[in-house]
């Protein structure tokens, strides 16, 4: 099956509609671009509260959420339809949105003032609508934030069908004085980051008709996955901490047995639960009708790459249109690592996708990719034709605790004793060393680069001497080279003083952003993918149970997907652990762990599959090194051209 499949773009007929009906000044032809030709500073700015048909409050009233919009003038003036930019967030009144945490603002008459974020600004006067969603049970909407669930995913598909004249609207809050979208044709798009992008795909996997695209950025597509690792809890606090966080002062008020609900329905046992089915949205990807392209940082350790990899895949397995951008940055806008590339991308998508215009996006590589701070490269397809799952074997080496990695079955055992003090970043640091509290296999030095591309997993065979254990198992690159930061504080970015703009400003409402810029450190090491598991989820993700000490079990730990390439003269490592320090929280007990090398595999995605990694692992010997940075590794960091992709 091809990773991308297109709609047909529009006949003549209707090239000839869009360009009588959706921009100002039709040239000859079909429009290959939307124009600033609209006033912002005189859109109209209205508010309208959409009933979602739920009572999630329970105060024997069906909910209605907030609806912010802002529009063009001049095409209802003309008769003429325009398509929906959206996003729907909990985060408008109580956080913020983007690097400069923006809220909503109002003015008297509880129009909005300031809309948060560029999409307003840029894409309004170029005859789009903007519509700002408050989720349910935030700022000015009824009922009350449920973390994914259908609370939180009908606020936003309610909204859809309102502006496909599916659901009722109204001008206030608790009148009855209807509101109707006659403005708009109906087609949306859904945009947003985090929580924001979490919903737009949520939505997506309702089907409903009328959403055209989503643009999700470092969304979740498996709430489990948020708070849990294959049973392995990443946080002391679950949903319910989540929805308290940003409920109104209404919701505060009203929604103690919501709350309630979301603490019943996600035991910290790490057990699957129908809440967590609810807020799958992977398993209903054969119902995605819109176009998708995703964005997310490689090194996102909030929303973990796992969430996009497995979206991905249930996408491609359902022949959903695609693109992809996948940056070095932890959780990070890309208006905020590649502004205007980004920019200039994201407005000929919503002009494809919902104008209709044959501007040869579709047409164009389907993979952005970061190799390096603000250096990229395009693939054609991603994952890369020829991809192939790869098994590598972890074998004894000449020291207790460092092995090798190669495709011969090992044989013996490695122990490790799991110390919740350590973290990937000390493993990796020590992983020429024997340590007590890992396990690392490493590849020779490579005789030619070696591309990653998507998801891995691992399956382990160990022995644990206590009735608990968690287990981690990462990838590393060994080598030098300069990357993102993504551990700072700004995740791989910098922000400057200096700003610019990026559409039309008006009274209370600036299009101009504070300029970012790539915030690098050196590095003799990176971890580039990592997955986490209780051994007791061993048999069944549903329900975990305490281990026989002594006993063997054997577990597969599902890596996060990523795109990353091990250069010339580096070692590739694999590093099975206990505790990932500040990701996983550790068990009641301190095991130590014995592997069974003979049935420990990583699968690992390579471009190239088996014969690529045979061939760069040739002519070195797979043994430990005697120190993480030899001499002779690459320390210039120019982008290399590597099969299946173009500078």
Not at 147 to 158: N, T
Not at 474 to 492: H, K, N
Request: aromatic share 8%.
């Amino acid at each position: 099956m091809p990773l991308r499949i297109w709609r047909p773009l529009a006949t003549a007929a209707i090239a000839a509609l869009l360009a009588a009906f959706l921009t100002p000044t039709a040239a000859h032809g079909a429009p290959r671009e939307s124009r600033p030709v609209y006033s912002y500073g005189n859109a109209i700015r209205e508010s309208v509260w959409v009933d979602t048909g739920l009572d999630g409050d329970g105060d024997g009233k069906t909910d209605r959420v907030a609806v912010d919009i802002v529009r063009p003038r001049e095409p209802a003036a003309q008769g003429r339809r325009i398509p929906v930019i959206m996003d729907a967030s909990p985060y408008y009144s109580c956080c913020g949105r983007g690097n400069e945490s923006q809220k909503k603002t109002y003015d008297a008459a509880g129009h909005v003032v300031q809309m948060p974020l560029f999409y307003d600004n840029y894409f309004v006067p170029r005859g789009y609508a903007f519509v700002g969603v408050d989720l349910a049970g935030t700022n000015r909407s009824d009922g009350c934030a449920d973390v994914g669930g259908r609370s939180d995913i009908q606020s936003a598909k309610a909204v859809i069908d309102w502006l496909n004249g599916r659901a009722k609207g109204y001008t206030t809050r608790t009148g009855t004085t209807a509101a109707r979208a006659t403005w708009t044709n109906g087609r949306t798009g859904m945009i947003g980051k985090s929580w924001d992008g979490t919903i737009a795909n949520g939505v997506a996997a309702t089907g409903v008709r009328g959403l055209k695209t989503i643009v999700p950025i470092s969304a979740i597509s498996s709430w489990y996955d948020y708070f849990f690792a294959q049973g392995a809890p990443f946080y002391d606090s679950g949903p319910d901490s989540l929805s308290d966080y940003v409920d109104s002062p209404d919701a505060h008020a009203k929604c103690a047995a919501a709350q309630r609900k979301l603490v019943d329905g996600a035991p910290r046992s790490g057990d699957w639960t129908p809440l967590w089915t609810e807020r799958d949205y992977a398993k209903d990807a054969n119902k995605v009708r819109a176009s998708v392209f995703l964005v997310h940082g490689m090194q996102d350790l909030n929303v973990r790459t796992k969430q996009f990899g497995q979206w991905w895949n249930a996408l491609a397995k359902n022949g959903v249109e695609r693109k992809i951008w996948l940056s070095q940055t932890g959780h990070v806008d890309p208006f905020d690592f590649r502004r205007a590339q980004w920019v200039d991308t994201l407005h000929r998508w919503f002009d494809h996708e919902l104008l209709g215009y044959d501007n040869g996006i579709d047409r164009e590589p389907t993979a952005d990719i970061e190799r390096h701070p603000d250096q990229w490269v395009t693939s054609t397809a991603w994952p890369p034709r020829g991809t192939a799952t790869t098994t590598l074997r972890p074998g004894r080496g000449s020291q207790a605790g460092v092995g090798t990695l190669g495709l011969r079955t090992g044989t013996g055992t490695e122990a490790f004793t799991d110390d919740p003090k350590l973290s990937e970043t000390d493993w990796a640091a020590h992983i020429g060393e024997s340590t007590a509290g890992k396990a690392g296999f490493l590849t020779g030095p490579l005789t030619k680069d070696l591309r990653v591309s998507g998801s891995s997993t691992v399956t382990v065979t160990v022995t644990p001497t206590t009735s608990t254990a968690h287990l981690s198992a990462v990838l590393a690159d060994l080598g030098p080279d300069t990357i993102r930061d993504y551990a700072d504080s700004g995740e791989g970015i910098t922000t400057l003083t200096d700003r610019t703009c990026w559409g039309a400003s008006a009274t209370g409402d600036s299009a101009c952003y504070r300029v970012t810029q790539a915030k690098k450190t050196a590095v003799s090491v990176t971890v580039f993918s990592r997955g986490w598991a209780d051994l007791g989820h061993y048999a069944s993700i549903r329900k975990g149970v305490p281990l026989t000490p002594g006993r063997a079990y054997t577990i597969t730990l599902d890596l996060a997907a990523t795109d990353h390439v091990v250069p010339k003269g580096h070692r590739l490592a694999l590093i099975v652990a206990g505790t990932d320090k500040d990701l996983i929280d550790p068990p009641s007990s301190t095991p130590t762990l014995t592997m069974d090398l003979s049935r420990t595999a990583a699968r690992v995605p390579l471009v190239g599959g088996e014969a690529a990694f045979a061939d760069a692992a040739s002519g070195s010997a797979a043994t430990a090194p005697e120190a993480t940075t030899q001499g002779g590794l690459r320390t210039s960091h120019a982008v290399r051209r590597i099969p299946g992709e173009t500078l």
